[in-house]
């Protein structure tokens, strides 16, 4: 029984090391990054900023709407230059997650 319930827990390790989600740099014990997503042709002085967040609990519930449109519409923004993202994560047990949109 302690032979199966180890190679178990070796198993899930592996799983969740190796899932589709790893091209990313997330840390497999504590995360707090900010990264660049999109940058557009537009340019110009921000004169807004949107944001959309979004919550994870064990991996297995997620909840919210970190879309773009969404961070466009909190910020009132028509025209995007460029979308950053911020990520947040214990042990896989509380993630929270941010899209932050500039433009006017």
Not at 25 to 39: D, N, Q
Not at 82 to 93: E, F, K, R, S, T
Request: aromatic fraction near 10%.
């Amino acid at each position: 029984m302690k032979k199966i319930l180890s190679m178990v827990a070796v198993l899930t390790f592996f799983a969740m090391i190796t899932g589709c989600a790893t091209f990313m740099p997330f840390g497999s014990v504590y995360t707090e990054m900010k990264l660049p997503i999109a940058a557009t042709a537009n340019g110009g002085q921000v004169s807004k900023i949107g944001t959309a967040t979004c919550t994870s609990v064990l991996t297995l519930v997620a909840l919210g709407d970190c879309s773009i449109d969404t961070a466009k519409k909190n910020g009132g923004i028509t025209k995007v230059y460029h979308v950053d993202w911020d990520a947040y994560n214990i042990l896989g047990i509380y993630g929270k997650y941010k899209l932050t949109a500039y433009g006017e």
